[in-house]
């Protein structure tokens, strides 16, 4: 295999390191990866991101475990209405939605674009709160009530179900504002949650989608050595720090995701 043909799988490095490193970020990568180096239909690529980053998140979540950095009740309390909202959107939403969706000025706006340019305003819309600066919380603060939780983990698992992201893009800043955790505790919680939703949505796929598992695998496995380089790393680095690196790299990928599909006009 030709190194220009090696970059691609070498990526999942990247794509494993923001993951550890951020709590999330993983399908920011990952889908962009697939449709544009590997040429991947974007509604296959949205299943595979599902499998990499659901298996890439076991390995940190492991890792945060031991060291006993994971909030769990919130994690349940937010993770399990979001898994069965993402299953719901992969197995039954997605799979009978149609190719073509609208046409604006002539131009027919497909299913594939439709979803990446979702994609896209949603990584946007989460990278402003991660970089405008807020007040500090105080400590008498009131925390989002269970129901409120709940109910933002279920629209949160439509919707990443529908693009296939894990969603750690938008969970963590979630889970500061609404449940006051500090960053990199959020961030291991992320990855709990993006373990468990990921691998549910993905059994919604396999009903649907054929998968190329020596692909998956080798793509997988790379992604899994960067977690654990992301995750150490994650541990020395300043909490605002990683709350600003956070916003300003998803709204980077998310601008170049809105370019890409508009330069195809």
């Keep these: 295999m030709e190194l220009l043909e090696l970059l691609p799988y070498l990526s999942a490095l990247i794509v494993g390191f923001v993951m550890g490193l951020l709590g999330g970020g993983g399908s920011i990568l990952t889908i962009p990866i697939f449709v ?8 296959v690529a949205t299943a595979y991101s599902l499998f990499v980053v659901g298996s890439t998140a076991s390995v940190g979540t492991l890792k945060n475990f031991r060291n ?5 009740r919130v994690g349940l309390l937010f993770g399990i209405p979001s898994f069965i909202g993402t299953y719901l959107t992969r197995r039954y939403i ?10 604006i000025g002539g131009f027919d706006v497909s299913k594939d674009i439709f979803i990446m340019i979702l994609f896209a305003i949603m990584m946007i819309s989460a990278s402003m709160s991660m970089i405008r600066p807020r007040e500090k919380s105080s400590g008498d603060k009131p925390k989002a009530k269970a129901p409120i939780v709940i109910v933002l983990g279920l629209v949160i698992g439509l919707i990443t ?3 296939g992201a894990g969603g750690g893009f938008i969970i963590v800043p979630a889970l500061i504002f609404l449940t006051h955790l500090e960053i990199k505790k959020a961030i291991s919680t992320s990855l709990f949650i993006i373990m468990m939703k990921s691998f549910i949505g993905f059994i919604g796929d396999l009903q649907t989608t054929s998968m190329d598992w020596n692909f998956l695998m080798i793509f997988s496995i790379l992604a899994a050595i960067g977690i654990l380089i992301g995750v150490r790393v994650a541990k020395k680095t300043k909490a605002t720090n990683l709350k600003k690196i956070f916003g300003w790299f998803i709204l980077v990928v998310g601008v170049f995701v809105i370019y890409k599909e508009i330069s195809g006009f």
């Design 36 to 43: 544009y180096m590997f040429g991947i239909a974007p509604v």
């Design 68 to 72: 006993k950095n994971i909030n769990l």
């Design 94 to 103: 997605l799979p009978n939605m149609q190719d073509h969706i609208l046409s």
């Design 161 to 163: 179900g529908f693009i």
